[in-house]
């Protein structure tokens, strides 16, 4: 695996590797105390947080990276998830890292089409 050092570069890497399924290489980029935000869970620790990644990664059909931009310490990529179940979820995600680990993923979508297809 190539070295990723910078944020950006790490963040690209991680949601490339989830979103084609390999869960082992995305887990790598992953601090073990990262604290995950987003509309439907909130986790702290990889555990937590690589179990919520699996179920979501089934549900993934494609990703297309829309912008990305990074610093020093993080990273914030927009891509469009598309799902089998709910179709396409507009994503937007900061990610900070330390020592070339991700400590911190902050995820935002419009959560509607998920709630209401849970609820029906």
């Not at 310490?73 to 979820?89: C, F, H, Q, R, V």
């Not at 995600?93 to 991700?102: D, H, P, R």
């Amino acid at each position: 695996m190539p070295e990723f050092t910078k944020p950006l570069d790490i963040a690209i890497a991680f949601t490339k590797a989830w979103t084609s399924h390999d869960l082992a290489k995305a887990a790598s980029f992953v601090s073990d105390d990262v604290v995950f935000e987003g509309p439907l869970q909130q986790s702290t620790g990889s555990g937590p947080y690589l179990k919520g990644l699996t179920s979501l990664s089934r549900e993934v059909a494609d990703c297309s990276i829309l912008a990305a931009y990074g610093d020093e310490d993080e990273a914030l990529l927009m891509y469009d998830l598309i799902t089998k179940p709910y179709g396409p979820l507009t994503c937007a995600k900061l990610f900070t890292v330390q020592n070339g680990k991700i400590v911190r993923d902050k995820l935002t979508f419009d959560s509607h089409l998920i709630r209401t297809a849970k609820a029906a």
